[in-house]
């Protein structure tokens, strides 16, 4: 069964850097771009960016530009979200997820990694 | 980049079929056939449920179903039932290698 496995949750205070790790188990990550979504408490799903694994490029969603760092390690089958300059707002479970290049849609998921920015 | 527009909820009774709008732009939804479907039960992964605006990938019930119009992309669920309420989002590839989400949309089955 192919799954992505999402590292545990963190707590950061404000300002703090947060690291979060996305592996694939059961397959390789070089057949799809992973993305990268938030949801804050109660709020909607918001798109952060993606990484493309023929270049190892990434996309970023202006809301996060200039925060926010994707990068794919294709070593080890694993995607990491790098947020820093953190603020209470990124209180929030990130998602990873695969995105099938053909049709830009998801059918697979991490479970999510809860973080909590707090003073 | 702004968020698609999905009304905030909906509601129906079992068995009564409800349809949930997305509004984008014509360099999203109008522009490209590339919106996509999310069911998202509290505290669990979104689901998808519809791809490429109408089809549904393997497993999912005949029930769900998705159109495209202009601008606005649409998901019809029919024969509600008590298990469909949930959270759903619409999402759409708008270029450049980037999507953009629908604010979601609050189903209750009364």
């Known amino acids: 069964e192919v799954q992505l496995v999402q590292s545990g949750a963190e707590v950061k205070r404000p300002g703090a850097t947060v690291k979060i790790s996305c592996k694939i188990s059961g397959h390789t990550l070089t057949k799809y771009y992973i993305h990268w979504v938030q949801q804050a408490p109660g709020k909607g799903l918001e798109w952060m960016g993606l990484?493309?694994?023929?270049?190892?490029?990434?996309v970023y969603a202006e809301k996060f530009q200039g925060r926010v760092n994707i990068v794919l390690d294709t070593s080890t089958d694993t995607s990491y979200m790098e947020l820093s300059s953190l603020k209470s707002d990124d209180t929030a479970v990130y998602y990873c997820a695969t995105v099938t290049q053909e049709y830009w849609s998801s059918d697979l998921w991490g479970r999510g990694t809860l973080v909590t920015v707090s003073s | 980049q702004s968020a698609l527009t999905q009304l905030a909820s909906v509601s129906g009774s079992p068995g009564q079929s409800i349809t949930i709008s997305c509004t984008g732009t014509?360099?999203?939804?109008?522009?490209?056939?590339?919106v996509s479907w999310y069911q998202q039960h509290p505290g669990k992964a979104p689901k998808l449920i519809i791809y490429?605006?109408?089809k549904r990938p393997s497993g999912v019930s005949n029930r769900f179903s998705g159109s495209k119009s202009g601008n606005t992309a649409s998901l019809t669920i029919s024969g509600l039932q008590t298990e469909d309420e949930a959270d759903y989002y619409c999402?759409?590839?708008?270029?450049?290698?980037?999507?953009?989400f629908g604010g979601g949309t609050k189903l209750t089955v009364l």
């Open positions: 999402c759409s590839y708008a270029g450049s290698s980037s999507l953009v």
């Open positions: 014509s360099s999203d939804v109008g522009r490209y056939n590339l």
């Open positions: 990484v493309d694994p023929e270049d190892a490029e990434a």
């Open positions: 490429e605006a109408t």
